[in-house]
């Protein structure tokens, strides 16, 4: 049997301090709730993944985590440092790669590296190097951005997004858009690089098999208003195949609650 | 190789067909001089000088009024691309001024300045700086917002962004905002030193309208051959390169 245990609200040092996060937005069907007293930790060299349905504010969360919102009340801590604005310390994969088309591979993974003055030409380099080779696109650094597949695109956005070394990675659907094979592959690649290097990840996702697949623990959202429902953690031995029964076990259970919280929220808004 | 054969066989087979119709007089030769009229001119007025002298001049006024154009086009573009409130005023001007063609300048620019270097000087800008200003604005609305989003997280801010992520994301339009803003200063510039006479320096345009009062029509072909080679040297030399490295990186057709 596969255990379930819910939140339980570790007072120790986190490295990543959700407290209190609300966010509303005015649309033209009037005000939404974007997220609703939103709290969590996630413990350093942990992989946390937010599960939910689309527009469950789970993407406006990374975005707040990020710098790149405010909330309208609550408040962030990145190793143990409050979040104002956006900063090299939280880097973001987003749901496109977002490369710069007028830099080469590598001009894209030093470009963060550039801004750090306290490193020498020579280290970003290397840096940078050493980043592509873990993302096996070594060979490819001189490479214009269009000359890549999607899934190496995406790899370069990890390794742009790893080289500036920072406090924690935020991952917005990163795979989303990849066929299934390439995909499949990533989950192993990127399960490989978080073993080796311990990097603390948040991701954020709408497909439980994924989320069972990689995360430590899988945090559900509901909707409207974005509250977090459930927790599971995961406790399966790495590296996890996506296609094993085991896994298939945690993502059926998961998509259950996924399921029933998606339609208690459906009803609250009937009320 | 293969494609200067072909330009080659082209143009000679036009060029022989055009000889041998004058010379045959199925063409009069006082309205259509052979293509061997024409180039005997050519040689001449380029071994007198009168040919350079004229290039020179045009050429000059040409570069010095487009690349003040563009000193005042890039950020003038900016502005408007950065200020809501400039976006509704000086956008909305620029769109006017680039839909007046620009030798309409040329009386105002006469009565302002006289026949001189100035006035073509004016004529110039007016021609280049609302295309360049048209597209900088436009190609930095056009960037995607995730590129600044991203180099934001990543650290960059102000000056920097504007320099590493915002310009060379729009340099595309501001290419071809360029380039479109380089075409219409050689036309009003041919327009203008048709039109009015400056004592300082005969340009080619002075050159083609002595060609027709003189009904030297070797001369009028002859520099209009001039004129289109320029042109297409222009494109070959200036805008060519760059425009191949953008289509390169970015992966733009070709």
């Known amino acids: 049997m596969m255990e379930v245990i819910l939140s339980s609200r570790s007072s120790s040092k986190a490295k990543l301090a959700v407290e209190d996060v609300s966010k509303t937005f005015l649309t033209s069907q009037g005000k939404v709730q974007a997220l609703d007293n939103i709290t969590l930790q996630v413990q350093s060299g942990e992989f946390v993944c937010l599960l939910g349905p689309s527009g469950c504010g789970k993407t406006t969360l990374l975005n707040i985590i990020a710098g790149l919102e405010i909330p309208d009340s609550g408040r962030v801590f990145a190793d143990g440092l409050p979040v104002t604005d956006a900063g090299s310390d939280r880097q973001v994969m987003f749901q496109e790669p977002a490369l710069f088309p007028w830099l080469t591979v590598i001009g894209n993974v030093m470009f963060a590296l550039n801004l750090k003055r306290e490193l020498t030409d020579k280290t970003r380099r290397e840096a940078a190097e050493s980043y592509l080779r873990l993302v096996g696109l070594e060979r490819f650094m001189r490479a214009n951005i269009h000359e890549l597949s999607g899934g190496m695109k995406q790899r ?14 935020l991952m917005d659907e990163p795979f989303g858009s990849l066929d299934a094979l390439t995909r499949e592959q990533l989950y192993g690649d990127l399960q490989d690089i978080w ?16 989320a069972a697949c990689l995360g430590d623990r899988v945090l559900i959202f509901s909707s409207r208003p974005g509250r977090i429902r459930e927790q ?12 094993s029964v085991e896994l298939a076990e945690y993502s059926t259970a998961i998509t259950r609650a996924l399921k029933s919280h998606l339609n208690q929220g459906e009803e609250e808004v009937g009320e | 190789m293969r494609r200067w054969l072909a330009l080659l066989t082209f143009f000679g087979v036009l060029t022989a067909a055009w000889e041998v119709l004058v010379l045959e007089g199925v063409w009069p030769r006082v309205l259509v001089p052979a293509p061997t009229d024409i180039a005997s001119y050519l040689g001449t007025s380029f071994l007198d000088g009168t040919l350079t002298g004229a290039i020179w001049i045009t050429l ?9 154009g563009f000193a005042l086009g890039l950020p003038l573009g900016l502005l408007v691309a950065k200020f809501k409130y400039f976006e509704g005023t000086l956008g909305l001007a620029a769109l006017g001024f680039q839909a007046l063609p620009s030798i309409c300048w040329a009386p105002l620019a006469l009565l302002w300045f006289g026949q001189t270097e100035t006035a073509m000087f004016f004529i110039v800008i007016m021609g280049s700086v609302w295309s360049i200003m048209l597209a900088t604005n ?28 915002v310009f060379p994301a729009a340099l595309p339009f501001i290419v071809s905002g360029m380039k479109q803003g380089w075409a219409f200063a050689w036309r009003s510039l041919m327009a203008a030193e048709i039109y009015i006479t400056i004592i300082t320096g005969f340009g080619l345009g002075h050159l083609l309208h002595y060609g027709r009062e003189l009904h030297a029509m070797d001369a009028v072909l002859g520099i209009m051959i001039i004129i289109i080679l320029i042109g297409l040297l222009t494109d070959r030399l200036l805008f060519w390169p760059v425009e191949s490295y953008i289509h390169r990186r970015w992966g733009t057709a070709e």
Do not use: C, Q
């Open chain 1, 156 to 169: 370069v956005a990890l390794a742009r997004a790893l080289a500036p070394d920072p406090v924690v990675l």
């Open chain 1, 195 to 210: 073993e080796k290097h311990r990097r603390t990840i948040v991701f954020v996702t709408h497909n439980a098999r994924e």
């Open chain 2, 60 to 68: 000059r006024r040409l570069i010095l009024g487009y690349a003040a």
């Open chain 1, 232 to 243: 599971f953690e995961i406790r399966l031995p790495r590296p996890r195949d996506i296609n």
């Open chain 2, 138 to 165: 436009s190609g930095i609305r056009n960037i995607p917002p995730i590129y600044v989003r991203a180099a934001r997280t990543m650290g960059s801010r102000g000056v920097h962004t504007w320099l590493k992520v």
